[in-house]
């Protein structure tokens, strides 16, 4: 478990993954998540999860869409920790935190914790039959509306971040600013990327 949401950063750092130039941009810019995340705990009334950001951009494909490429700039993640017991962990992406702007960031983190709830609220009623596997990035889209849980009951006390939520994610996450950026200023620079399955993390 990381407990220091920007030890893996620091560690990137260190052996030369990460730029200097990149990792005090995004230390700069780390208040956003934090706000973010005091904003988000304020509106619900509830505590964040364990979160960290990966030094890494991750880039989705499926088998069945040659041409297509999607990009995750976060992820709800169980895990199973010590004792057997279960931990939810949000992984922030680098490229979140140093390009995208403050309501993108904060519908993300938010959009993140949903998942969360809905997660922990389907392990306290036992509901924990698996989800459909999405083969494909269009099924993806969809099938996340279904692991969420509804915004409007959560964040009631916020009609902003409510509003942040439905503008960048309304059929999916969409933001073309940050998606041009990530592109041409990480995966173009060569900057660390993982290439993942949408069948593996469904």
Not at 93 to 110: F, K, M, Q, R
Not at 111 to 131: A, P, W
């Amino acid at each position: 478990m990381v407990l220091d949401p920007l030890r893996m950063l620091e560690d990137a750092r260190g052996s030369a993954r990460i730029p200097d130039k990149i990792y005090q941009r995004i230390e700069e810019r780390f208040h956003i998540v934090m706000d973010g995340i005091n904003r988000i705990e304020h509106a619900s009334g509830l505590k964040y999860p364990y979160y960290y950001v990966l030094p890494e951009l991750v880039l989705v494909s499926s088998s069945v869409e040659y041409d297509q490429v999607g990009i995750f700039f976060a992820r709800t993640i169980p895990t199973i920790g010590f004792n057997n017991r279960l931990k939810v962990v949000i992984q922030i992406t680098a490229p979140l935190v140093a390009y995208g702007l403050l309501g993108t960031v904060h519908a993300v983190l938010a959009h993140e914790f949903l998942h969360y709830l809905e997660l922990v609220r389907r392990v306290i009623k036992m509901n924990l039959v698996s989800d459909e596997v999405s083969t494909t990035l269009f099924e993806e889209k969809y099938s996340d509306d279904d692991r969420l849980m509804n915004a409007q009951v959560v964040f009631s006390s916020d009609p902003t971040l409510i509003r942040h939520i439905s503008n960048k994610f309304n059929d999916g996450f969409r933001d073309p600013r940050l998606e041009k950026i990530a592109v041409k200023e990480w995966i173009d620079k060569g900057l660390p990327v993982t290439n993942v399955r949408i069948d593996c993390i469904s």
